[in-house]
């Protein structure tokens, strides 16, 4: 081994190197985080994010939402994808940032239900098409007071995560929609919001699709007028460019015309506070003593609770916020922790409703028997949630999307968006596999899902869902999660197997009714040969017979 | 030798005429009509249980008597399809058989089914079950009901002439049985009207066919002056009642002449002799209580040097023999029978008939047969 030097690095030669990085950057470098990991997944978060949006923006506008998804095929990989609602709008300053900047949005900074939590998710979208096409994101946005549309073209500026806008323009834009029935007007709303990017994608059918993602997004918002067309590029044989087949529009109607009931926005609940959250907290305070702070900031602390954590954590409550220090900060915390606080405010949670789950699966999927469980709001890490669980049983056979012999179809929901990617890192998922199936008349292979011609919805509605990761597809494994899940699932569970037991009696009944009158005519016919009764005598028979053994059946 | 003891004069089973039978199965049906029709019941069948454990060994009478277990089939949901049959099949014995004067093997009356649509036997077990409901049900032997056994009745050679009737003319016909050349008689699936005339002194029934044709062969019946019957294993109800009808008309003693093993002691000796569980119903005309058992015993291993001419028990056998001490009506009223299977099963060997050509080919006419009925110990 030769020995070789080499020039040693100082401090000041590795500064050089060192500098800021980001938020966009990291994201570009690590896109698959934000669920852009292939084309195919690609193209299906890009609608997912943009019609969490919508649905969002419209709800909280008390507006009925409808929705039109358009995928149209640029080139061999490429797609353009369209997002149309009749929602409020946006004002043409906030345009750029919404849809050009990483991290930015109204809904992280409060502890509120609602599909988006981040403001990651549309900006990653165009900042994927953006990175796989050079393309500009489109929006047209229309609000109710605005005489005229806009249409803005922005670009992500990824080094120092800002908007660049490329043109900015007056347009006559409305939101059109396919018309309620076959051959009539187009609807036109007067105020609504249209997204299109352009971006490497493929389209695919399947379990894994943005068809199958819009499906359940329509059994999960029963209120939303959804339409989807997808155009294909089409090459003739011989002819020297394809040819875009323009798609017929698909409609899910709605199952209901009226909206979630609005919620609330709440304070943090101490307990589901982190350290270092609290010194935020804390140091951002606008009160002016350490006890306002905890009355106001948080909820659930009335005054004599502040005095109490405050005695405990032994700290005078007229300290001003900002100066309690670190090392009392945990005694602060500790004595929080060990404090008896009510539980948050559960009115913050709208479930979507048993009725309305009902409703959904109804519309949506055929089956026989339909049953729904909403389950009453429980905590986690102070964070209220509640579980719902739907399911649609079909006749075996009789609905052909759903094998009898196949495992149950699950639709993971959290606050009313459907997961379908990551499903085996999902406490849904563990809960399922966690219920013993067979004891209500399912097939289960070991430690895995049921089986059987059946759809299960299982719905997290929270003001805060614990994602596994920035791509929002699996629920992290709380055990309070786990639990309420369990019990829910239990409870269709029972009433699934009650509906099971009942047919299979019925089944039996007729069966057994069957087979009587199967050989009854026989045993009459016997009779007759050898007694040389008249064909009448022997229907009188066949007849008494038939009466007997039908009422003395047992269970019939 | 012992002359036979006096037994009942077993009434002929042919007691009852076609025209008696019909209306037996006729009367069966209406009170089935009359259950469902007037007294609104469900209707219901009553069978003797079949087997050995609703029979006893009637001493008096030498054979397995029928105790009075019952089992009842009443109409249900279960049972509508055997009855079903069970009524379709009373049907055709009826209309087609006895009305008719006409006659049906067991295998046809399964073929027969397959008329019957969705009422048809799937397999002939379930018809040859049903038939033997039917004639347990009705206390009418089968043969009577006009269905011909499939199985061959066994045959016979010997000093024996058997007046028959030519089935057509009607006119008797003589069978001389010690004329019959290198062959055998049959014996036909009914023997009710059969007559004999013989000067014998003993009717000898052999299980196995090969030793049969052996003694035929040399014409050992002119040597003993006897009938000689081989059975083919378990002797059919043909040939359990020709032999009996032989023994009581002529008064002759019977002699057996099995394999040394617990299925010749306890299948084919006493079903000979006492009749079978299966047959519980009848046993009373196809039984010959007054045959008693000559060889081969395990005593007669000893005697005859014949050790290494045996097999060793299979566990079947040790089954069936065991079962026998413990179950069979028969073996536990004779001591000497359960003396037997404990030393059979002691000296864990069975023997053949054919063993004896261990000593030469003709030991068992020249030496064995003679010495045995000279000594006349036989076992009951």
């Known amino acids: 081994m030769t020995k070789r030097t080499t020039a040693k690095e100082t401090a000041e030669s590795m500064a050089k190197r060192q500098r800021e990085i980001s938020v966009s950057e990291f994201f570009l470098k690590n896109r698959h985080l934000l669920g852009f990991d292939n084309p195919r997944k690609a193209i299906m978060t890009a609608v997912k994010e943009a019609v969490d949006n919508s649905l969002d923006a419209c709800e909280e506008a008390g507006i009925l939402p409808e929705v039109a998804v358009e995928l149209r095929q640029v080139a061999d990989a490429r797609f353009l994808v369209l997002v149309r609602d009749n929602g409020p709008g946006i004002v043409r300053s906030q345009i750029p940032k919404v849809f050009a900047k990483l991290l930015y949005g109204s809904k992280f900074h409060r502890l509120r239900m609602s599909r988006g939590q981040q403001g990651i998710g549309i900006s990653a979208a165009g900042m994927y098409g953006q990175l796989t096409t050079g393309a500009a994101t489109l929006i047209h946005s229309k609000t109710q007071n605005a005489p005229l549309a806009r249409r803005i073209a922005v670009q992500i500026d990824t080094r120092s995560n800002k908007p660049a806008v490329l043109s900015d323009e007056e347009t006559d834009w409305l939101p059109a929609f396919a018309p309620e029935e076959e051959g009539g007007e187009p609807v036109v709303a007067s105020h609504g919001t249209q997204v299109s990017i352009e971006m490497t994608a493929q389209y695919v059918r399947g379990r894994l699709s943005v068809d199958e993602y819009l499906k359940q997004c329509a059994i999960a918002n029963p209120h939303l007028r959804l339409h989807f067309r997808v155009s294909l590029l089409k090459k003739e044989k011989g002819a020297s460019a394809a040819i875009l087949e323009e798609g017929a529009w698909q409609t899910y109607k709605r199952a209901t015309r009226s909206l979630p009931p609005a919620v609330e926005a709440i304070r943090p609940h101490p307990h589901g506070v982190e350290l270092g959250v609290l010194m935020q907290m804390l140091k951002d305070s606008s009160a002016r003593t350490l006890k306002g702070a905890l009355e106001d900031d948080f909820s659930r602390v009335s005054a004599r609770m502040a005095l109490e954590i405050c005695s405990r954590a032994g700290l005078n409550p007229k300290t001003p916020p900002a100066r309690v220090a670190h090392r009392e900060m945990e005694a602060l915390y500790a004595a929080i922790q060990e404090t008896r606080l009510m539980r948050p405010p559960m009115d913050c949670l709208s479930p979507i409703g048993e009725q309305q789950i009902l409703a959904g699966l109804r519309k949506e999927v055929p089956a026989d028997f339909y049953t729904a469980v909403t389950r009453s709001p429980e905590v986690y890490r102070g964070n209220p949630f509640l579980i719902e669980v739907g399911l649609a049983y079909a006749k075996p056979g009789e609905n052909p999307d759903l094998g009898a012999e196949d495992s149950v179809r699950v639709m993971r929901l959290a606050n009313r968006v459907p997961l379908l990617y990551m499903g085996g890192a999902c406490a849904i998922t563990q809960a399922l596999e966690d219920v013993n199936w067979k004891s209500y008349g399912l097939c289960q292979p070991k430690g895995g899902l049921p089986l059987g011609p059946m759809v299960l919805v299982v719905h997290m509605a929270s003001v805060w869902v614990p994602f596994t990761s920035e791509s929002k597809e699996a629920i992290a494994h709380y055990p309070e999660i786990l639990k309420e899940t369990t019990m829910a699932l239990q409870e269709v569970g029972r009433r699934l197997s009650a509906y099971l037991g009942k047919r299979k009696r019925l089944a039996e009944a007729e069966r057994k009714r069957s087979y009587i009158e199967k050989y009854i005519p026989h045993l009459a016919l016997g009779l007759k040969d050898i007694l040389a009764l008249s064909e009448k005598q022997k229907m009188e028979v066949e007849a008494v017979l038939t009466q007997m053994l039908q009422r003395s059946r047992p269970e019939s | ?380």
């Open chain 2, 1 to 380: 030798m012992k002359k036979p003891a006096k037994q009942h004069a077993a009434a002929a089973p042919e007691g009852i005429g076609k025209e008696a039978a019909s209306r037996k199965i006729a009367a069966a049906a209406a009170e089935i009509h009359a259950d469902i029709m007037r007294k609104g019941k469900k209707p219901s069948m009553d069978f003797p249980v079949r087997s050995l454990s609703n029979v006893k060994y009637d001493v008096q009478r030498g054979h397995f008597e029928i105790l009075g277990k019952k089992s009842t089939r009443t109409l249900s949901y279960h049972t509508v399809k055997t009855f079903a049959q069970s009524m379709r099949l009373l049907a055709t014995t009826k209309n087609d058989l006895l009305d008719r004067d006409d006659i049906a093997g067991k295998r046809e009356v399964y073929y027969n089914s397959k008329s019957w649509g969705e009422c048809r036997f799937d397999a002939q077990p379930e018809s040859d079950t049903l038939l033997d409901d039917m004639e347990a049900m009705l206390g009418i032997n089968r043969e009577q009901l006009g269905y011909i056994p499939e199985e061959r009745g066994g045959d016979v050679c010997g000093e024996l002439v058997v007046v028959d009737k030519d089935p057509v003319s009607g006119e008797d016909v003589r069978i001389n049985c010690a004329r019959l050349g290198s062959g055998a008689w049959s014996i036909p699936s009914r023997v009710e009207h059969l007559r004999f005339e013989t000067k014998a002194k003993l009717v000898l029934v052999v299980e196995t066919a090969s030793l049969f044709q052996r003694l035929v062969h040399h014409r050992y019946f002119e040597r003993a002056n006897c009938v000689l019957i081989s059975m083919s294993g378990v002797p059919t109800r043909a040939c359990r009642r020709f032999i009996r009808r032989l023994s009581d008309d002529q008064k002759l003693p019977v002699l057996a002449f099995t394999d040394g093993d617990p299925y010749g002691y306890c299948n084919i000796y006493r079903t000979l002799k006492a009749g079978s569980g299966q047959a519980a119903h009848i046993n009373r005309f196809f039984c010959v209580p007054q045959a008693h058992y000559l060889g081969v015993t395990p005593q007669d291993i000893l005697d005859y040097h014949l050790e290494d001419a045996t097999h060793p028990l299979e566990d079947v056998d040790v089954k069936r023999a065991k079962d026998a001490l413990k179950n069979d009506p028969f073996i536990l009223h004779h001591k000497e029978w359960q003396a037997v299977l404990t030393q059979m099963l002691k000296m864990g060997v069975r023997i053949e008939q054919q063993a004896f050509a261990k000593h030469g080919l003709n030991f068992v006419l020249e030496v064995y047969l003679p010495e045995k009925l000279k000594k006349g110990k036989f076992l009951p």
